[in-house]
């Protein structure tokens, strides 16, 4: 069975702190993906990135990086020099090499203070 | 990226009525996805189609039904609709390629059943 587990429900920081999400996922297969999407206030969900379980390079785009560690099951996510703009509810996602099905887990709710 | 639209953005209703909720793709994705996300954020996947006249029930039972007739349309639709169907309702789309499995989500739609 898939999951991916966000442990971090809330979090609270001021603006220009760096943040980091958590992501834990579990499967049985070799090969999966793995996804963050952002969903801000307004509802919509924002693709953000996307990685295959045989690419563990850590990726940084801007002010966001990612650092997957397969012997972890880890997926996280950093904001750096967080924005009251990257206020809003970042999901991870897992879904099994072959299939369509996305498995979410909960979400972890970022409140950016300026 | 994808565009995907959803119709109406929100909509109150009340019990016992018919409702049909819209989803259109611009992109020629042959996958297409709705998913229910309720107020604690969590999303569920509860349709999905993998071409026209392909529809599958996803993890979630829902008493919704959809169609697909065409490969750019996706409606949902809740015969009765009833108080807990109260929900935000995404639709998501993909292609097979390079990006495979990437979803790419519409604005959502929130619906409230009085």
């Known amino acids: 069975a898939q999951k991916v587990t966000q442990a971090q429900t809330e979090i609270s920081v001021v603006e220009k702190e760096d943040v980091t999400l958590d992501c834990v996922y579990e499967t049985r297969d070799t090969t999966y993906y793995l996804f963050w999407y952002k969903q801000p206030p307004s509802g919509e969900l924002v693709f953000l990135i996307r990685?295959?379980?045989?690419?563990?390079q850590n990726e940084i785009s801007g002010r966001y990086s990612w650092n997957f560690q397969k012997s972890t099951s880890s997926f996280n996510f950093t904001i750096t020099a967080s924005q009251v703009v990257d206020s809003a509810v970042y999901f991870c996602?897992?879904?099994?090499?072959?299939?369509?099905?996305?498995?979410f887990g909960k979400g972890t709710k970022l409140t950016v203070n300026p | 990226e994808a565009d995907i639209y959803q119709t109406p953005r929100y909509l109150v209703i009340g019990t016992g009525k018919k409702i049909t909720l819209e989803c259109s793709q611009t992109?020629?994705?042959?996958?297409m996805y709705w998913y229910q996300q309720d107020p604690g954020m969590e999303l569920h996947l509860i349709h999905y189609?993998?071409?026209?006249?392909?529809?599958e029930k996803g993890d979630l039972s829902s008493e919704s039904t959809v169609s697909r007739i065409r490969t750019e349309h996706f409606p949902l639709t809740l015969e009765s609709a009833r108080p807990s169907h109260t929900s935000q309702y995404l639709c998501?789309?993909?292609?097979?390629?390079?990006?495979?499995?990437?979803?790419?989500f519409g604005p959502g739609t929130r619906l409230t059943v009085l």
């Open positions: 996602a897992l879904s099994q090499g072959g299939s369509e099905k996305l498995v």
């Open positions: 998501a789309s993909s292609e097979f390629g390079t990006v495979k499995d990437t979803q790419y």
């Open positions: 189609s993998y071409g026209v006249n392909s529809t």
């Open positions: 992109m020629g994705h042959d996958k």
């Open positions: 990685r295959n379980s045989f690419d563990e």
